[in-house]
């Protein structure tokens, strides 16, 4: 679906995105959704279900899904992936007892039928706090995924290996590389 849908998109004038934010839980997706829509931060507690946010960029209608990523969730997550243009992953950097278990579900993200041909971005979160993972670390588990991309030519890949730059600045630089792969065609 992903870029054919994009494609379409366009092609009709249609200037809306459908972008699916996911992650294990407690990784910070609702935060980051908060933070770029402007919202407070300090109240934050596990989604049960999901969230939606619609925001204007560059002329787009951004529709995001941010959808629970609790385990007893997952299975649910193959109900959002239809008509799905952009997959933020986020990944909770401080967390390395659960790096595998997040390698493991993004690995079987990228098997979806559905999302094939969707923009990614792997969003490395809580990079701020004491023990998380070095970018040598990141680095690592994103050649993983790269190498996947590569070979099965699903994702268009942008990395976000550290928060150098605000949480707005990088999703609409994730927007940015979503709505111009498009303008490129």
Sequence with gaps: MG???????????????RLLMLGLDNAGKTTILKKFNGEDVSTISPTLGFN???LEHRGFKLN?????????LR?????????????VWV????DKLRLADCR?????????????????????NKQDLPGALSKDEIREV???LEKRFIDSRMFSLFQCLHLSVSTW???CDFSHVLISAVSIL
Excluded: C, P
């Excluded at 299975?75 to 997959?87: I, K, Q």
């Excluded at 493991?104 to 490395?124: D, I, K, M, P």
């Design 64 to 72: 995001i899904w941010d959808v629970g990523g609790q385990k007893s």
């Design 3 to 17: 870029l054919l849908t994009i494609l379409k998109k366009m092609k009709h004038k249609e200037r809306e995105m």
């Design 52 to 54: 939606i946010k619609t």
């Design 91 to 94: 990944v909770d950097s401080a």
């Design 142 to 144: 994103s050649i993983l």
């Design 75 to 87: 299975s649910y997550w193959r109900n959002y992936f239809e008509s799905t243009d952009g997959l």
């Design 169 to 171: 600045q990088l999703l």
């Design 104 to 124: 493991q579900e993004l690995s079987a993200l990228l098997l979806e039928e559905r999302l094939a041909g969707a923009t990614l971005l792997v969003f490395a």
